[in-house]
């Protein structure tokens, strides 16, 4: 089985498995790593984002062997005290479950664009599912921590 | 010493003390059959609050955490009697046991049935502490007050911590009638409270079942015959341990077990495996969902029962000024949680661990231990966090799946379901048809209602309904709320080819769909606002029996909901061409009497929900944020199903993803509004009611936009033309 190299949150990890593995998989069961989470293992549901160099990926969708050389962030180590905060000043979370990869997602929105409109957050929110139906304090959440409203750090 | 309280009518309370380090209640609530058995020596608790003597305050439940936020709301009502500060109590999830029975979260139920034993036993403990510091320092309790973890006595300007006074404390009688502090003094109950979870979720260090690792586990995926009922006849083993990491093919009950070094390899080593297996596809095989609607066409003879209220329906009907009659159709549907099924089992000699987020341990439990062939007492179930119940999560198939399987392998098994095993193998909602039929007077007010819902069942067909089974099947439709001079409510079922579960909202969904949506059509059919049309036949007096235990449906309070969302929701105030509003109510079991206004727009042939007004009255508001958030994701709930349906071909599920299962997305989302009426009355749930009526709002708002009435769920494209 070949050996893997990564760059997780800033560290090198090395792993055997096949290169086919996608990367949720080897974060979750090989790196010990189980913030990031199975919802679907088809790239709909959003529930696995990480970043690949900043930007939002599935990591469901992402082989390990292609990733070689990118910086991959999971929910673990990213850089969002903004979102977190922000979080849980509009109290987001009710099963929680799906909140990793929302948070991943927005913080690839905000990384891109720090004050978004209403209809950008729509598209880049609106393929990360919730079935709590905590939507519509994701959205609140996004624009305080834009907008850095109430928040301390 | 223990003491036994009234609790409500139909519940009992009893409050022990337990001599274990520090002060410790033991608390048993339950219904009125459960209370003999504990009357005796035999006093089994199923809460426990301990103050230790570090002063911390432990509260041990047996409440699932699926984000309800039961974690939060049950230690401020402990907190708010005792007189500690809320971060001071810390949750303990308890594992079912021979200590620890009927455990469950569904339906609910928890703050309504933990509320007043939880105020009373913290209130007892509270006592119990003034009594320890009074005796010590020789004064009377009166001159002595508990606060913020102390008993002072100002006079004298002495204090004890309750850490201090727990032991002595705990000598003392429970007593009988504990002073409750009453709600004009709350500090914590009524106000917001932020979920005590939030900071582990959003830092992704919360725990949920596959976040559970322990040594040398292994992971597992299990294929099931497409087809419900069916087994696997052959298969070739080989193809999947030919792919690395495999370990095991394990034949186990719901199917095969592929047991791999890691998820990823245990999906790799199913795929392999999947093409080489003969089905033996057993009595569902070939059912398709028409012959399905066929089925409920023609329901079982047997399993059938009548509940009526007022006069004889026939006559009233045939003495109408007018009659109309319609059928409404609903699907079955999926729970289809962010988190697939997911469980962890480690089975020893004699002995097994097991690892879940579920509703239901003590189910677990018992299952686990009649496949093990061991006592209950030999299965631990552990409770992690669910990543989303809504009943789903009340079946123990997922644990027993890994529980064979770590049988099996000989070591600690994680099941992981795929997300098309999910939506594949669900205990599904119900489908059901309704068929209902009403009278007008020569004032357009109904005189007569009749309504049949034939529901899908796995009670077999042979087997007579109950009365229990009738008032189950008839939730939401036999406690029409209204003011009718004769109504007769009939149940009927067919047998279902999926197998069937609780589904947020349960039967209610349905019920309630037709019920409020047929009463539109009357009110409509009228020529009356349906909002007044309503109010007018809540104005009697009378009750209605509506909970299956017995609570009544009270008409002034459903109709005080109704008339607070028309006000919040502006609803005199007419909507431009194009959009529309319905309105629906409900008593959820006879509780929690709630009203949903909603707004729609319809365009392009589409069509949106633009605000969802609710007004509920849960009796106090322990924690209003949480009651808010209920509501939005009650409002999601509802609207997600006006979008969703499972259906069947060949006896297969055809949806497998939430591409062709497609629950609510973000851009979606409707404003939703909550008003909370202000009570004095014990806390109802709010998990569940507000389900229905936003179901059955939405639906009448997009027949008010559209002019075409809707009468069947999902709502479909094809359904709003012609407008």
């Known amino acids: 089985m070949p050996r893997v190299t990564i760059l997780v949150n800033g560290q090198s990890r090395q792993v055997d498995v096949p290169a086919d593995m996608p990367l949720l998989w080897v974060l979750r069961d090989r790196l010990g790593m189980t913030?990031?989470?199975?919802?679907?293992?088809?790239?709909?549901?959003?529930?696995c984002t990480v970043h690949l160099d900043g930007e939002p990926f599935r990591s469901c969708q992402v082989p390990v062997g292609e990733i070689a050389g990118k910086r991959v962030t999971t929910i673990e180590g990213v850089q969002a005290e903004a979102l977190r905060q922000a979080w849980l000043i509009e109290d987001v979370a009710q099963c929680g479950y799906c909140q990793p990869g929302q948070i991943m997602q927005a913080a690839g929105l905000l990384g891109r664009t720090p004050k978004p409109e209403e209809d950008e957050i729509d598209v880049a929110m609106n393929d990360n599912l919730c079935r709590c139906g905590t939507y519509l304090r994701i959205r609140a959440a996004i624009r305080r921590a834009a907008e850095k409203e109430g928040l301390h750090y | 010493m223990s003491a036994l309280l009234p609790a409500t009518r139909r519940d009992f309370l009893r409050i022990t003390a337990i001599s274990a380090g520090g002060l410790v209640l033991g608390i048993r609530c339950g219904r009125p059959g459960e209370a003999q058995g504990s009357q005796g020596g035999d006093f089994r608790p199923n809460a426990w609050i301990r103050v230790d003597p570090s002063g911390k305050v432990f509260l041990t439940v047996g409440k699932s955490e699926m984000g309800q936020g039961v974690r939060t709301s049950?230690?401020?009502?402990?907190?708010?009697?005792?007189?500690v500060d809320v971060e001071q109590v810390e949750l303990v999830q308890a594992s079912p046991g021979p200590d620890f029975q009927d455990l469950g979260t569904f339906g609910s139920r928890s703050l309504r049935t933990m509320y007043l034993p939880l105020t009373t036993a913290a209130a007892a403990a509270r006592e119990m502490l003034v009594a320890a510091a009074a005796a010590k320092w020789s004064v009377e309790p009166a001159s002595c007050r508990a606060e913020n973890g102390r008993v002072m006595h100002p006079v004298s300007q002495r204090s004890l911590s309750y850490g201090e006074l727990a032991s002595a404390a705990a000598r003392l009688p429970v007593p009988s009638s504990p002073a409750l502090k009453p709600k004009s003094q709350f500090r914590l109950v009524g106000k917001d409270r932020r979920r005590v979870d939030g900071p582990r979720i959003v830092a992704g260090e919360a725990v949920f079942a596959g976040d559970v690792r322990r040594p040398g586990m292994k992971f597992a995926s299990v294929v099931r015959c497409p087809v419900t009922g069916g087994k696997p006849r052959s298969w070739d083993a080989e193809k999947a341990k030919a792919v690395a990491g495999v370990r095991l093919v394990a034949a186990i009950s719901s199917g095969l077990a592929v047991v791999a070094d890691d998820t990823w390899s245990a999906f790799q080593g199913r795929e392999a495996l999947e093409p080489t297996i003969v089905w033996d596809e057993g009595e569902n095989a070939g059912v398709s969902s028409a012959e399905f609607l066929a089925r409920l066409s023609s329901p079982n003879a047997r399993t059938a029962g009548t509940l009526k209220r007022g006069g004889d329906v026939e006559a009233a009907l045939r003495s109408s000024a007018r009659s109309l009659e319609a059928e409404y159709v609903y699907p079955f549907q999926a729970h289809a949680p962010l988190e697939p099924m997911c469980a962890l089992a480690d089975v020893g000699a004699g002995r097994c661990e097991i690892w879940v987020g579920t509703q239901h341990p003590n189910r677990a439990q018992d299952e686990a231990a009649k496949t093990l062939q061991i006592p209950a007492s030999a299965v631990t179930v552990h409770v992690t966090l669910l990543g989303g119940g809504f009943g789903r999560k009340s079946q123990p198939d997922f644990v027993l799946d890994a529980v064979e399987a770590s049988r099996a392998a000989k070591a600690p098994v994680q099941v992981v379901w795929t997300r098309a095993d999910d939506l594949r193998h669900d205990a599904y909602h119900s489908a059901t048809l309704h068929r209902v039929r009403a009278g007008l007077d020569a004032s357009g007010m109904p005189a007569a209602w009749k309504h049949t819902v034939v529901a899908a069942s796995n009670r077999p067909a042979s087997e007579p309904m109950n009365e229990e089974g009738l008032r189950a099947v008839l939730r939401g439709a036999y406690d029409v709320p209204y003011a009718i001079g004769a109504v007769e409510v009939s149940a009927a079922e067919a047998s279902s080819p999926l197998r069937l579960g609780a589904w947020r909202g349960v039967q209610h969904n349905h019920n309630v769909f037709a019920t409020e949506c047929f009463f539109d059509e009357l009110a409509r059919a009228a020529g009356k606002d349906p909002l007044e049309y309503r109010i007018a036949l809540l104005r009697k007096e009378a009750s209605v029996p509506g909970g299956r235990d017995g609570a009544p449906v009270d008409r002034a309070r459903l109709a005080s909901a109704l008339a607070l969302a028309g006000e919040k929701a502006r609803w005199s105030v007419a909507l431009p061409k194009g959009r529309g509003r319905g309105v629906a109510c409900a008593s959820y079991d006879g509780r929690t009497p709630a009203a949903a206004i909603a707004e729609v727009t319809l365009d392009r042939g589409g069509w949106r929900v633009d605000r969802v007004v609710c007004a509920v009255d849960c009796g106090i508001a322990v924690n209003p944020m949480g009651i808010r958030a209920q509501t939005e994701g009650s409002v999601a709930w509802a609207l997600s199903g006006l979008g969703t349906e499972i259906t069947l071909k060949n006896?297969?599920?055809?949806?497998?993803?939430?591409?062709?299962?497609?629950?609510?997305?973000?851009?979606?989302?409707?404003k939703v509004e909550t008003h909370i009426v202000a009570s004095e009355a014990a806390p109802s749930g709010m998990g569940e009611p507000p389900v229905p009526i936003a179901l059955a709002a939405i639906v009448n708002a997009l027949s008010a936009a559209s002019g075409r009435r809707l009468r069947r769920v999902p709502v479909k494209p094809e359904d709003l033309k012609g407008a």
């Open chain 1, 35 to 47: 913030g990031t989470k199975f919802g679907c293992g088809m790239g709909v549901c959003g529930a």
């Open chain 2, 74 to 83: 049950l230690p401020m009502i402990l907190a708010e009697q005792l007189e």
């Open chain 2, 651 to 670: 006896g297969r599920v055809e949806q497998s993803s939430y591409s062709d299962f497609p629950i609510l997305r973000f851009r979606d989302m409707p």
